[in-house]
C-alpha cells in the first residue's frame, strides 16, 4: 500500500534560516512525488514535482529512493512560505498529513 | 483562476440531509479526483473518475457517491449526513494523471 508520512505537524524557522520539511513514502512501484502548499486554508498549488527537478520559490526537493524520501528544501526562510505543505506521491495522488510552516520574523 | 470550479463555495445544512457537490475540471481533462480535508484526517482521497468511468477508489463511505457526466463534469452526493463529515471538499482535474489541479473547495458544515 502506499503511505506518506510528514513526522512533523508544525515546523517553525526564523526568516533567513534554512528549512527542511521531511516526507518519506512506501510505495512498491517506481514513485511519482510531488510537493503542494496551500495557503490560509484555499486550493492546493503545486509546488515541485520531482520528475522536473525545478526550483520553485527557492524551494527544491529530491528524491531519495534509498531512503524512500522527498524533503523539501529551501535555504532562507521568508516570511511569506508560511503555509501548510504537503508531500504526495502517486498515483493517484496520496497525502500525507501535511507540515505547517511558520516563518517567524 | 485554476480552471477547475467548485460550486457552491460554502453549504450548512442539517444532519441526515443530502447535499450534490459539483465539480467543473480544467478544460482538456478527462480525469477527476475528490477529496475530502478536516482537521484530524488531513487530506483523504475519495475517487477518482476517467471519462466518465470510475477509475480509483479511496476511503469513501457508503454514504457517499460521485458519477462523472459526458461533459466530464462530475458531482459528489453526499446522504444521511452526520456531524462528521463537515470539511472541505476539493475537486482536482488532470489529463492522464498528470498534473493535479485543484478547485477551490466546497466548505461543508453540517449542523
Known amino acids: 500500500a502506499q503511505r506518506v508520512t510528514q513526522p512533523e505537524k508544525l515546523l517553525s524557522v526564523f526568516k533567513g534560516a534554512p528549512v527542511e520539511l521531511k516526507c518519506n513514502y512506501s510505495y512498491s512501484g517506481s514513485p511519482e512525488l510531488f510537493w503542494y502548499v496551500q495557503y490560509s486554508r484555499q486550493r492546493l498549488q503545486l509546488l515541485l514535482r520531482?520528475?522536473s527537478r525545478e526550483s520553485i520559490k527557492g524551494f527544491t526537493a529530491d528524491l531519495n529512493k534509498g531512503e524512500t524520501s522527498f524533503h523539501l528544501k529551501k535555504p532562507f526562510a521568508q516570511e511569506e512560505d508560511s503555509a501548510m505543505y504537503y508531500c504526495a506521491l502517486r498515483p493517484p495522488l496520496v497525502f500525507g498529513k501535511g507540515t505547517r510552516l511558520s516563518v517567524i520574523a | 483562476d485554476s480552471g477547475v470550479t467548485q460550486t457552491p463555495k460554502h453549504l450548512i445544512t442539517a444532519t441526515g440531509q443530502r447535499v450534490t457537490l459539483r465539480c467543473s475540471p480544467r478544460?482538456?481533462?478527462?480525469?477527476v479526483y475528490w477529496y475530502q480535508q478536516s482537521l484530524d484526517q488531513g487530506l483523504q482521497f475519495l475517487i477518482q473518475y476517467y471519462n466518465g468511468e470510475e477509475r480509483a477508489k479511496g476511503n469513501i463511505l457508503e454514504r457517499f457517491s460521485a458519477q462523472q457526466f459526458p461533459d466530464l463534469h462530475s458531482e459528489l452526493n453526499l446522504s444521511s449526513l452526520e456531524l462528521g463529515d463537515s470539511a472541505l471538499y476539493f475537486c482536482?482535474?488532470?489529463?492522464?494523471?498528470?498534473?493535479?489541479?485543484f478547485g477551490s473547495g466546497t466548505r461543508l458544515t453540517v449542523v
Open positions: 478544460s482538456g481533462d478527462l480525469s
Open positions: 520531482h520528475i
Open positions: 482536482a482535474s488532470s489529463p492522464y494523471g498528470y498534473g493535479y489541479t
